[in-house]
């Protein structure tokens, strides 16, 4: 099975995770970060910064960006989940396969994609792309799982004894995605890891996650955050 037949199956519950105790916590953490990074929001003329959300599942970072002043395009393999983020708001969404873009060159000022490259078995074909559509000075910002840590672990284990989107998934390290960046001419490389407490913590600690995530970011520890965000700037 193709990883977005298994999305396309379960796209009427993915949101529902998000709506748990460690399901709002984890989506807080990493909106936090990842917004902290994103320099094409960052000054006042947002409404004129074009944006590919690739990989927008039900669109949760579309809306995000479009409340960020931004003009977003949300791609995605799977139908289903793009039904739902049409149904969040209006945007321009798109179904089609991350290693064949189906834009002109140098028409992105960003392009943000979370928990996708998982899913993607061939990831320079995928960067190259993410390349040609960007335009000089643009960025990219990957967000996935980390392969150094206990979630992954975890995750894997769990998905042995019953059918997860993560026995469909290849896991990461912020060293390898790096590399990937670079080797494919990313400039200015950046990692930053969060999530280091595991998926079962009690609800009362979740507060001390959120602090244990803004001190160990950047720290010696961030390789060994459970989510990494990794960038990179076309130069």
């Known amino acids: 099975m193709k990883p977005w ?10 949101d529902q995770w998000f ?3 460690i399901g709002r916590y984890i989506d807080l953490s990493e909106k936090r970060e990842v917004f902290s990074l994103i320099r094409f929001s960052s000054n006042g003329k947002n409404s004129q910064r074009l944006v590919l959300d ?11 960006l479009r409340k960020a002043g931004l003009r977003v395009v949300g791609l995605d393999a799977s139908e289903a989940m793009l039904k739902i983020a049409r149904r969040k708001l209006q945007a ?3 179904r089609a396969d991350a290693l064949s873009l189906p834009f002109k060159n140098e028409v992105f000022d960003g392009v943000l994609s979370i928990t996708l490259f998982e899913f993607i078995f061939n990831p320079e074909v995928a960067l190259k792309e993410i390349y040609r559509v960007l ?3 643009g960025e990219i910002i990957i967000g996935t799982m980390n392969g150094k840590s206990l979630w992954f672990i975890f995750k894997r284990l769990k ?3 019953e059918e997860t989107a993560y026995r469909y ?3 990461y390290t912020p060293n390898q995605l790096k590399e990937l960046l670079i080797k494919t001419g990313f400039k200015d490389t950046y990692s930053r890891g969060i999530i280091y407490l595991p998926s079962f913590v009690p609800r009362a600690l979740i507060p001390l996650c959120l ?3 803004k001190h160990l970011k950047d720290s010696f520890m961030k390789h060994l955050g459970a989510f990494v965000l990794v960038k990179g700037i076309k130069r």
């Open 159 to 161: 998905s042995m004894f």
């Open 211 to 213: 602090g244990l995530d």
């Open 135 to 137: 335009k000089p000075e």
């Open 19 to 21: 709506a748990s105790d």
């Open 54 to 64: 690739l990989g927008c599942g039900t669109g949760g970072y579309t809306l995000a």
């Open 92 to 94: 321009n969404f798109v």
């Open 5 to 14: 037949q298994y999305f396309d199956r379960i796209a009427p519950f993915y």
């Open 169 to 171: 998934a290849r896991f």
